[in-house]
């Protein structure tokens, strides 16, 4: 019953954005940490960005500070990632998942599907 299914993905050139959609079901996403996480072909997955569910703080990796933003919208029970000034190495299938623990130290409870994205010319 409890599952996350992301949308929004697609293809955009480079300096584009994009917004990505974490849609939560059988559960209240602002009780728990979201993290979102990405994934190229032969690379390990990574995690880019998380909002916590306990005091909305949010963290995101290196690679993505300044051009990505996560946000929550309760009603809609979805999270958000908005993506701008995107880049070929922005190029993976993006997923979200529910964590347990905290943004910082965590373990993944489930994943989504994912959603895939592709930056090119």
């Known amino acids: 019953q409890v599952q996350l299914v992301e949308s929004g993905g697609g293809l955009v050139q480079p300096g584009g954005s994009l917004r990505l959609s974490c849609a939560a079901s059988g559960f209240t996403l602002d009780k728990y940490h979201i993290g979102w996480f990405r994934q190229a072909p032969g690379k390990q997955r990574q995690g880019i960005s998380c909002?916590?569910?306990?005091?909305?703080?949010?963290d995101y990796a290196d690679s993505v500070k300044g051009r990505f933003t996560i946000s929550r919208d309760n009603a809609k029970n979805t999270v958000y990632l908005q993506m701008n000034s995107l880049k070929a190495e922005d190029t993976a299938v993006y997923y979200c998942?529910?964590?347990?623990?905290?943004?910082?130290?965590?373990?993944?409870?489930?994943w989504g599907k994912g959603t895939r994205v592709t930056v090119s010319s």
């Open positions: 998942a529910r964590l347990q623990g905290t943004c910082l130290m965590y373990g993944i409870e489930f």
């Open positions: 909002i916590s569910g306990s005091d909305d703080t949010t």
